[in-house]
C-alpha cells in the first residue's frame, strides 16, 4: 500500500470517529435550559425552581445592579460577566433566577442555560451552539470554585475572554461561588510560599475572578433582616403567624442551626408552611 492510501484510509477513520454535529436545538421549547454532555444537548426545562425576586430581602444593591446589566443584555445593549460570591444561603442563586424571571416579566426575550462546573471543558462547544442564534443567552454555573490540581478555569477564560473568536454577543455568564477569587485561600497562600515565582504561581487563577467585570458581594444577615425574611415568605404564602410567636420559633430555629441565612429561614418558613398546613406550590 501507498504511503497516500495510507495516509487517505487514516484520515478517513478519523473522520469516521469525529462526533456528528450536534443538533440545532429548538430555543423556543422553553425559556431555561440545562447543558448536557455525552452527547452534548440542551434540556429544556418546563418550571425553573425559583423565588420571587420581591421575596429577596437584604440584598437590594447587588439586586438593582444584577437586574440593570441583565436588562441592558436582554435589550442588545453591552453589559458584563458577572461574579456573585460571599456567604453561603444568602441567595446568590436565587437571584439570578429571580433576575431572569423579572426579565421576562419586563416583556424582554431571554434564555437561561444552567452549566455544571464539571462540564465547563464542554462550554466551546456549547458556544458554537449558541453563537448563530438570533436569541440571547444567560448562562448560569452556581457553586463556582476550583482547587488545586483543577484545570477547568481555563476553559472558563472561552466565555470571559472569548479566545480569537471573542465572546459570542448573544451570550453572558453569571457564576456563584462562596470565594472571591474562586480559590481557598490556603491554597493561595501555599501556593505563594512553594513557589520559584510566588505572584506568577497564582496570577493565572486569582486573575480568573478579575474577568468579571460586575463583584457582588454578599454577607451573612443581621437578625433584623432574617426576620423580615420569614415575614415576606408568611405573608407572600398566606401563613398566619402572630409577629412573637414568629421571633420566638424563628430564633429557637437558627440558633439549632448554628447559622442565620436566608437560606435557613425558608427552612424555617417551609417547616410553618408544613405545620399550618398551607401547600407552597406555586
Not at 484510509?9 to 469516521?16: C, F, G, K, N, T
Request: net charge negative; glycine share 8%; charged share 25%.
Amino acid at each position: 500500500m501507498t504511503e497516500g492510501a495510507t495516509l487517505r484510509r487514516i484520515a478517513e477513520a478519523l473522520e469516521r470517529l469525529r462526533p456528528a454535529p450536534g443538533k440545532a436545538p429548538d430555543f423556543t421549547a422553553a425559556d431555561a435550559f440545562v447543558w448536557h454532555v455525552g452527547p452534548d444537548r440542551l434540556e429544556p426545562v418546563a418550571r425553573v425552581n425559583r423565588v420571587d425576586l420581591g421575596l429577596l430581602v437584604g440584598i437590594n444593591r447587588s439586586r438593582d445592579t444584577l437586574l440593570d446589566n441583565t436588562l441592558q443584555f436582554a435589550r442588545g445593549l453591552p453589559a458584563n460577566n458577572a461574579l456573585l460570591w460571599g456567604a453561603r444561603g444568602m441567595g446568590k442563586s436565587s437571584l439570578v433566577k429571580a433576575i431572569h424571571a423579572e426579565v421576562l416579566n419586563r416583556g424582554e426575550r431571554l434564555k437561561i442555560v444552567e452549566v455544571q462546573r464539571e462540564d465547563l471543558p464542554s462550554i466551546g462547544r456549547l458556544l458554537s451552539l449558541l453563537r448563530g442564534s438570533a436569541e440571547r443567552f444567560l448562562l448560569f454555573c452556581d457553586d463556582l470554585s476550583f482547587s488545586h490540581d483543577d484545570q477547568h478555569y481555563k476553559s472558563l477564560k472561552a466565555v470571559l475572554d472569548g479566545g480569537i473568536e471573542g465572546r459570542p454577543d448573544n451570550v453572558v455568564f453569571y457564576a456563584t461561588s462562596n470565594r472571591r477569587h474562586l480559590m481557598p485561600r490556603d491554597m493561595i497562600e501555599n501556593e505563594r510560599g512553594s513557589a520559584i515565582n510566588p505572584s506568577e504561581a497564582v496570577e493565572e487563577k486569582v486573575s480568573l475572578s478579575d474577568r468579571f467585570g460586575l463583584w457582588l458581594g454578599f454577607h451573612p444577615c443581621d437578625q433584623d433582616e432574617y426576620l423580615a425574611m420569614i415575614r415576606g415568605y408568611c405573608d407572600a404564602y398566606g401563613v398566619q403567624i402572630d409577629d412573637d410567636t414568629l421571633r420566638a420559633e424563628a430564633i429557637e430555629w437558627q440558633a439549632t442551626r448554628g447559622a442565620r441565612s436566608g437560606r435557613v429561614a425558608w427552612q424555617y418558613f417551609t417547616d410553618l408552611a408544613g405545620r399550618r398546613g398551607v401547600t407552597l406550590n406555586a
